[in-house]
């Protein structure tokens, strides 16, 4: 069935580290996924996309990498900032017009 | 970019009254619009999908009567959730893609409290 899920519920970083958030998923047939941002009491806001032709795609300040292999996606954010303190889910599109959402892991930032 | 309203952000309602939420896109045509609802410090679950003109596909485990779903035009889609109870109370999310796109732009939410 659709699964997608992460890795760890929570996250804890110093300011300026890079993040690295993962996310498995379960649809061989998803060819397309997203990361979004979400803060307390707001709706998800689009980080990056990615398609399932390609491994890697670059945004500013944020890469999502894909491996089809062992259907895994992460999200890596560079020199974190305290606005970068949010939960943050994957989803995926099998192919339908829905997009199915994992679980999502909070990112917290020590100063 | 796209922008994707939805009203009220907050709503507070006794038991057995019917509440309207509204999701509209405001700088573009939305032929297809999501509800989603979130519990604390849970993903967003899928309840149904809205085509205009066309009555929603509801997710398994959703009550069809319960949460009545219009989409009249392009740039409106309507949530009612109908008899509320305590349990019902949740964050609901709307979401709109642009015609012919894959990107979902989605609305602030409803924070729905049934007492």
């Known amino acids: 069935g659709e699964n997608v899920g992460l890795h760890l519920p929570t996250l804890s970083v110093q300011e300026g580290d890079n993040s690295i958030i993962n996310c498995a998923y379960s649809?061989?047939?998803?060819?397309?996924f997203i990361w979004y941002k979400q803060e307390s009491g707001k709706g998800p806001q689009f980080i990056i996309d990615?398609?399932?032709?390609?491994d890697k795609r670059q945004g500013q300040r944020v890469t999502v990498l894909l491996n089809k292999t062992v259907k895994h996606l992460s999200l890596q954010i560079a020199a974190t900032q305290p606005g970068d303190s949010a939960v943050y889910f994957c989803?995926?599109?099998?192919?339908?017009?829905?997009?199915?959402f994992g679980q999502g892991t909070r990112l917290t930032i020590n100063p | 970019g796209a922008v994707v309203s939805q009203h009220p952000s907050r709503v507070i309602c006794k038991s057995g009254t019917s509440v309207k939420i509204e999701c509209r896109s405001l700088d573009f045509q939305a032929t297809t619009m999501f509800w989603y609802r979130q519990f604390p410090k849970q993903s967003l679950m899928l309840m149904a999908t809205s085509n205009e003109g066309s009555k929603a596909t509801y997710e398994q485990g959703v009550e069809k009567d319960k949460f009545l779903i219009n989409h009249a035009s392009l740039t409106l889609s309507t949530l009612t959730v109908t008899s509320a109870h305590p349990e019902d109370s949740s964050f609901y999310i709307c979401?709109?893609?642009?015609?012919?796109?894959?990107?979902?732009?989605f609305g602030s939410g409803t924070q729905l409290s049934v007492l």
């Open positions: 989803a995926e599109s099998p192919g339908a017009q829905k997009l199915v």
């Open positions: 649809n061989s047939a998803s060819d397309y």
């Open positions: 990615i398609r399932s032709n390609m």
């Open positions: 979401s709109a893609r642009v015609r012919g796109g894959e990107k979902l732009f």
